[in-house]
């Protein structure tokens, strides 16, 4: 691409890019200047298409006008309220709306700004649970191979992916690694979930041995693989991690930063596979990836589990000064109607069908459970 330099910053250097070759591309920069529904605008005039939607966060497609309407009335209004020990009723109503959208189990949201802190926050209460319980010794955790998590250190201690641990010291400490679902030998060419690998999971039961369950906190598995290809679980895996979880008092965690609102064409992947775990985390489809933000959905049992004690004790020492903050609810509400891809089955198959017939956009072609990257459009449903 040339770069159009009437365009452009004068100076890409104090930029340090994240994931990005930064020398390299700051020698023939790829700018995006606007963006409207499905495509991008470069600095040189073309139109591109977001094929990926965005960082497959833009479900709703870009700029859509009930969002920025949503976003600029709301900074109008109550641009910032802290959310420690002080409330807005924006979050009240945005965790209300998640609780009725998850699947039943759920029935409590922590509000993050990522998912790295979603999945941060997940592995803290699961350990704070066991705790709060009176089984402290519960403090491994199990990932898996070629999970992504996020950046964070529990995040990249429980992935499964080389470079993004190798250069960052010893990592949490006390985490086990499940085997990867990626068999092509077996399962290549699949149509719909592979016949082959639910005994994968067994090998969590080995761990349970090696380590003894009640040194055990939780498991974090991505329901489907994202960021080292689009791995749909092997028929009955989950649901086999699941029963022993459960058999051995361990916490399941879906990490559903991506396949959360719709993307499988049901509300979460955990209704798509009929498996519910101890807790969802999400951020990215959420707001659209307009504003930042997370959430993790919990069951009851263990949001109850922390409130005991006196009434004025806090009882979970977590947070962030951006939780719940007051623009990115009123995104959320907002993306309920116009981002999230719910209740769209019928538009959504018409765009399925339109996507297969764009080669670039199909994630993945063995599979049923498309993860597609973003079939924008900004009608409310
Ligand atoms: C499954 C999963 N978890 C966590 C994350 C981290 O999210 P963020 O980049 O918002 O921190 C991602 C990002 O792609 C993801 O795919």
Redesign the pocket.
Known sequence: MTHDTANAPNDLSAFWMPFTSNRQFKKNPRMFVSAEGMYYKTADGRDVMDGSAG??CVNAGHKSPLIVEAIAKQAAELDYAPAFQMGHPKAFELATVLRDLAPDPMEHVFFTN??????ETALKIALAYHRARGEGTRTRLIGRERG????NFG?ISVGGIVNNRKFFGSLLTGVDHMPHTHMPEQNAFTRGQPEHGAYLADNLENIVTLHGAENIAAVIV?PIA??TGVLIPPKGYLQKLRDICTKHGILLIF????TGFGRLGSNFAADHFGVMPDMI?T??GLTNGVI?M?AVLTTGAIHDAFMTGPEEAIELFHGYTYSGNPIACACGLECRFSGWLLGRRAAQSERVAACDRHPQRRSDRRGRARVHPGCPDQARF
């Open positions: 960082l497959w990522s998912g790295s802190e979603s999945v992504y998590h996020g950046v995040g991505e994202g960021s990490d559903e930063v991506i985390t951020a990215k930042p997370g």
